[in-house]
């Protein structure tokens, strides 16, 4: 009798551990999700409202089989002035919607493998604040790929309707083959973000070539002013600039990278 009363106990303890690793699997799926990051600088610098990267900088790039995260800041302002049968009138945002299809959930054309997770999760980004969305995931399938979000804005003064709609198509996402793909495989041209960044002293700026030939990396300030270029002979495949950043001053620079009239652009931080 002792003997099956213990093992009466065992089981109902082993129940007991299943229940409760039922109950924790959707807060597991929850945690999984990575959370957002925002780009305080532009906050700072954008008060009437914007988004973070612009259309100048764009997406980070990936590679095939490598984790990949994209932060994006949005800013929408407190108000706006519009011109209504010749009279200005201003109207206060109540929020920013992201569109999206609860029934068939839609990827806005992100690479296979990424998705896309938002601070507030529903993507309805607040008027007169700041939110943030992440793109996250590990890609599965190079190549480039052109996404598209549908914004619309609602405001205080007209409660629950639209009064304007936009379509951003002019993100890209380039995605290269793995490390060590066949030789015989498309290679698409990609600017990869420099690592380290921020940046102290030097930093390594990689890119794919489709072909044998030159580039070009051109580094500027803030205003739009040349500060450095340097030039190189590519492979096809992966190369890469190595730039000494130890006598720039602390601030955030873009650069771009160009071959075969293609050119993608960055952003760099020097931080020290």
Known sequence: MPKKAKFALTKKKRMKKIFTLLLLIPFLGVLAQPTCGYDHNFIV????GGVWP???VNFVSG????????????VVPKDTNATIFGNTQTFHFTHIDLQTNITTP???????GLSLAGTPANFQFPGNDSSCMIIYGTPTTAGSYSLSFTLKAYVQEFPGVPVSTQVIKYYIINIAPATGIATNANVSFAVMQNIPNPVKDNTNIKFTSPSDGKA??????????KIAEREMSTVRGDNSFD???????????LYTVEM????????MVVAR
């Open 45 to 48: 610098t954008h008060p009437r």
């Open 54 to 56: 612009d259309s100048a």
């Open 63 to 74: 590679t095939v089989g490598v984790p990949y995260t994209q932060n994006i800041t949005v």
């Open 106 to 112: 839609v990827n806005y054309g992100l690479p296979p």
């Open 216 to 225: 070009k990396l051109t580094m500027f300030n803030v205003a739009g002013q």
């Open 243 to 253: 730039f000494d950043a130890s006598q720039l001053e602390n601030g955030v620079y």
């Open 260 to 267: 075969n009239q293609q050119k993608q652009c960055r952003r």
